[in-house]
């Protein structure tokens, strides 16, 4: 497995929680390390993005809720989800991109937030 999603689970509306990406060190020359999700009968979405430069990216839904935070020396990178709602639900995949080819995915991890 070269992207391994963790942190998933079922927490109440206005709770938190953490996930977190291991990437295996085969993969080399990462630009961008992001999060999408996909919620039950709707299309795969953006959630957050970190580039090499630090710079951060997030869909307008989460912005101010989710931070995307990365550390290099462990080849992870995480997402802190604060303020959780049930529209929050969803397989939550983490993805990286490098120069010269095309994305890499994992494996999805399921948050579940009730009301």
């Known amino acids: 497995v070269q992207l391994q999603a963790s942190g998933g689970g079922l927490v109440q509306a206005g709770g938190s929680l953490r996930l977190s990406c291991e990437v295996s060190?085969?993969?080399?020359?990462?630009?961008?390390r992001s999060w999408y999700r996909q919620a039950p009968g709707k299309q795969r979405e953006f959630v957050a993005r970190?580039?090499?430069?630090?710079?951060?990216d997030y869909a307008d839904s989460v912005k101010g809720r989710f931070t995307i935070s990365r550390n290099i020396a462990k080849n992870t990178h995480d997402l802190q989800m604060d303020s959780l709602r049930p529209e929050d639900t969803a397989v939550y995949y983490c993805r990286v991109d490098r120069n010269g080819a095309g994305p890499t995915w994992g494996q999805g991890t399921l948050v579940t937030v009730s009301s």
């Open positions: 060190r085969s993969i080399r020359g990462i630009i961008t």
């Open positions: 970190i580039v090499v430069n630090g710079q951060t």
